[in-house]
């Protein structure tokens, strides 16, 4: 996998330093910013701050999740066509921290697809990644639950793993994300190594001193 063929997705889910009021700034700071055409970078925004798509048309996002419906009727809930409309090119769903029902699973992935949504599916193990990969979504990435937000990779901890995942995905073409503790230029480069598309990373990026250097030193070619 070179890395100009690859994807970074960059969760910044509700951390006070990249969300709300700060959502703006935080993004202000990747303007710009070297390294950042090595890859394909997108900015998972909390569903609170998607609108600040418009505001940095140089810039791709996807939400952090999205519900299987139509405009209409639906309180608390926002459709595909919704992110689209808003400039959101697709989203997370799934994540350890916001599951669903497989049965929700299939039905959001199934409508994203028909309206143009991309879609990264998260998944926390291989014979999750198998029930999933039929349904091709854009992207499965995964993230076994005990190692986000900690300072061990996964591809430290579990690459044979990473393999696998790999291996059944791309029975059905599916491109596969690798997350949970993903910190490092090293982490990045063994996840193409080991068959995967890139990364979702989030901890990593949001919360360190300087996010778009510790983004551009992380996808740089090194």
Known sequence: MDHQNSTVI???KHYRQSSSASAERFLEKFIGSQGMSEARIIFALNPIDIRLASSFPEMEFFSQHVDPVEYGAHTGQFSPQSLLD????????????RRISHETVERTVSMAKRSGLEIALCCESVEEAQSFAPLKPAFIAYEPPELIGGNVSVTTAKPSVISDVVRVCSEYGVPVLVGAGVKTGSDYRTSLRLGA?????????????????????LIENQ
């Open 10 to 12: 960059v969760n910044l």
């Open 86 to 97: 808003l400039g959101i090119t697709g989203s997370l769903l799934n994540h350890s921290e």
């Open 197 to 217: 598309s890139g990364i979702l990373v989030a901890s990593g990026i949001v919360l360190a001193e300087n996010p778009a250097k510790s983004l551009s030193s």
